[in-house]
């Protein structure tokens, strides 16, 4: 078996807003950051994952992130792999 | 329909299963049990309740974990058979995350947590969860939520117009909610998810009795 490190990113899809990142965006120009065009808020999962090789952990990872990690109506997801 | 129970499911982190088992048993006489979302036997329950709160501390995303309980698992046989499910609030956001019910309910446009009475119109009598015979147009329900700002795409937005899946609609979108939804059914319309809560407008004492007629409907065949 193989281990890996997965570093899956789930970010909201461009077309809904994000009133977190909005507010966030207020609070860095308060702070006095300039040049601030845009500031979204996603997620960052780290998992730990063994299996039978690179792509029998992506259908593992693929299948966690389509069905739990991220709900598709709003979020996008992608993910980086490191066999450790 | 002397026997007829109410599940009313309890979640770690539900804080309105008590409220509505008040409002069910106490003003409308209606048998009810709390059924332990660990329980996938729904055989002695008639109509299901999922209440509001927290659901595994909204961890991941509203309703994101909930999904995964043996309950919700065997919820589908009963929706297929025809039986009544509610889904108030946090029952409705676990059912947009498990798909009885289309779309997604996330934060609130203005980041505010609100608890306000709000003006709602009757949009479509599907199901029958809103039909007291026409007297009613708009009523007046109780809402306390972080993420009640539904969203689905553009298709899916036409599908529920075409279909006359709005339940519900605000007369002052306080959340920023497309289409200013605040409830919808399914297709079949056995299923109702609605982000304000009936059971908290039971009596006359704690302002008001518009949310009576929605509870009782359960009951409906």
Redesign the interface.
Known sequence: MDQFAVKVFVRLRPS??D??GE?TKSASIKLGAEGIKSLRIGKMIEVKIEGNGENEVREKIDLLCDR??A?T??EDYEYSLKKL | MDNFTVGVVVFPGSNCDRDVLWALEGCLDIRTKYLWHESSDLSDVDAIVLPGGFSYGDY??CG?IAR?SPLINALDDFVKSGRRVLGICNGFQILT?SGFLP??L??????NFICDDVELDIVSLKGGWFNDGGKKQTIKLPIAHGEG?Y???SDTLKKLVDSELIALKYKNNPN?SSFDIAGITNEKGNVLGLMPHPERACDETIGGTDGLFTLKSLILK
Not at chain 2, 106 to 111: D, E, Q, S
Request: charged share 20%; with cysteine; net charge positive.
């Open positions: 809904v807003l009133p977190a507010a739990l990690f709900n109506v709003i | 991941l995303r994101a995964f995350e779309g997604v996330t934060a609130n446009k203005n980041l700002r969203y689905c795409d920023g």
